[in-house]
């Protein structure tokens, strides 16, 4: 029996009470198995697909067992990132809701660790954090590991590799033998059994069973392109699919903050995460992203693991990850709890090795696709006019324009000729809408910028860089404007953007089109305000 009835399980009022409240009916795999096993005391290893509740299946366990009278913390749940750290801690606050007097606590680097200081000396049951930051807490003596009766890797596959280990292992040392002790992953390879053998006591492995690695519900695609087509690729299936919220997955840094700057420059509502940003940075991307401010986020592997947001509906592999294994997490960013979703992946060369092997790595079929053609396009854009004309036709009042139109066809067209002329113009002002090549290069909106404030992005061509000193000099010297209100100001390949206070927005724009700046020629090929 795989799904059943949260009641059926043994968990208080309270918990069945927040459950109900996030919409939850039925348990999922991993939580009908886990749940009863860490109530009874087992050391567990759970391994289920992205997207199926890993996350309640040891929250919930831990919850109740938590005592309300103790402040102490008594579990601690390491997490690979900040945003995850950030929403296990969110996804436990909801499951507590009715909990009274249980707290949880997120920390992580780059947050200010007095603040944090201050939180765990109120009284903290349950930390949840990223390994650097818990154990300089453990150093200062600002976390207590005397009453730690749970320990929990999210994410256990990468948190047993990488840098992670030594400061994992630190920490087990120092706490209480009598512990449990839980790893959590959609992927467990071998290694992972050895590691359990030291650090778990006669752990039990629950796997639920299923054929594949990955979701049913995902439908998988790929794309055998060239390099310089993955920009054209990657906004053709944009424009056709229509994705609510999509991630793209790029290899490095530099390539997620290029391609981020060639998405903003064609007009699509898109910003950038990787771990080169400041912590205040990449909780505004996450959040704006969260609220569907952004539509596109263009992402390192800092958003490959756990990150659950809703109506992601696709994933793009840019780049194919290195690592077969993060194919599996990648992708699993779409089709969460049940929802369908769609992944593309890029192929170049010989990334086609390398996807045969994701394939037989997680048993699923990616089915070989083609970049569409802007006839196919054009066809779904038809297609959607269609829709929306039909429907307002059953609902707006036309009377005013049929007599307008019978003038019209008294005088020299048929019926058939204007429908076709409105069309044709409608569909047209849609395309000057829609960002075009001759757009590109420069832009003006609020695409990402901070509240109150207006984003600029200028085409500065290739060999006339500019540094950002020399924009913010300019800008403020031309309006007198303080420096310290001109922002996020990056150079990339060709493009620059500048932030400015969006009353200032016309008038910078300006500046930037008449002036030269320390010799070298800002070119703006168009101005476009939204
Ligand atoms: N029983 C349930 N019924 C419906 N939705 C659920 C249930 N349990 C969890 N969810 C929701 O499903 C989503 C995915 O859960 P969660 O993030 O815990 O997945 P996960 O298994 O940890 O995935 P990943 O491997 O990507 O980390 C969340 O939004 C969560 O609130
Ligand atoms: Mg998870």
Known sequence: MQKIKFNELNVSDEILKAVEEMGFEETTPIQTNAIPAVLNGKDIVGQAQTGTGKTAAFGIPLLEEMDANNKDPQAIILCPTRELAIQV??????????????????????????????????????????????????????????????????????????????????????????????????????????????????????????????????????????????????????????????????????????????????????????????????????????????????????????????????????????????????????????????????????????????????????????????????????DQFNDELSQYMDSADLGKYIELIEDLIDEQYSALEIAAALMKKSIEREDSDDNQPENAGQSFGDTGAEPGMVRLFINIGKKDRVSPRHIVGAIAGETGMPGGLIGAIDIYDNFTFVEVPREKGHEVLQIMKDNYIKGTKVNIEAARSK
Do not use: W
Request: charged residues 30%; contains cysteine; aromatic residues 8%.
């Open 89 to 382: 801690s969110e996804e436990l606050k909801r499951l507590a809701k009715y909990k009274k007097r249980i707290y949880t606590l997120p920390v992580y680097g780059g947050q200010s660790i007095g603040r944090q200081i201050k939180a765990l000396n109120k009284g903290v049951q349950i930390v949840i954090g990223t390994p650097g930051r818990v154990m300089d807490h453990i150093r200062r003596g600002t976390l207590k590991l005397d009453n730690i009766d749970y320990f929990v890797l999210d994410e256990a596959d990468v948190m047993l590799d990488m840098g992670f280990i030594d400061d994992i292992e630190t920490v087990l040392r120092d706490i209480p033998e009598d512990r449990q002790t839980l790893f959590f992953s959609a992927t467990i390879p071998q290694s992972i059994k050895r590691l359990s053998k030291k650090y778990q006591k006669n752990s039990e492995f629950l796997r639920v069973a299923h054929e594949k690695l990955t979701v049913p519900s995902i439908e998988q695609y790929y794309y055998e392109i060239r390099r310089h087509d993955k920009l054209k690729a990657l906004t053709r299936i944009l424009d056709l699919s229509n994705p609510e919220l999509a991630i793209v997955f790029c290899n490095t840094r530099k390539m997620v903050d290029e391609l981020n700057i060639k998405l903003q420059a064609r007009g699509y509502l898109s910003d950038a995460i990787h771990g080169g940003l400041n912590q205040n940075q990449r909780d505004r991307v996450m959040g704006k992203f969260r609220n569907g401010i952004i539509e596109i986020l263009v992402a390192t592997d800092v958003a490959a693991r756990g990150i659950d947001v809703e109506d992601v509906e696709a994933v793009f592999n840019y780049d194919l990850p290195q690592d077969t294994d993060y194919y599996v997490h990648r992708i699993g960013r779409t089709g969460r709890a049940g929802k369908s979703g769609e992944a593309h992946s890029f192929v170049v060369g010989k990334d086609i090795y390398k996807l045969r092997d994701i394939q037989k790595y997680t048993k699923s079929k990616i089915k070989r696709s083609e970049i569409p053609s802007q006839n196919d396009i054009e066809a779904a854009k038809f």
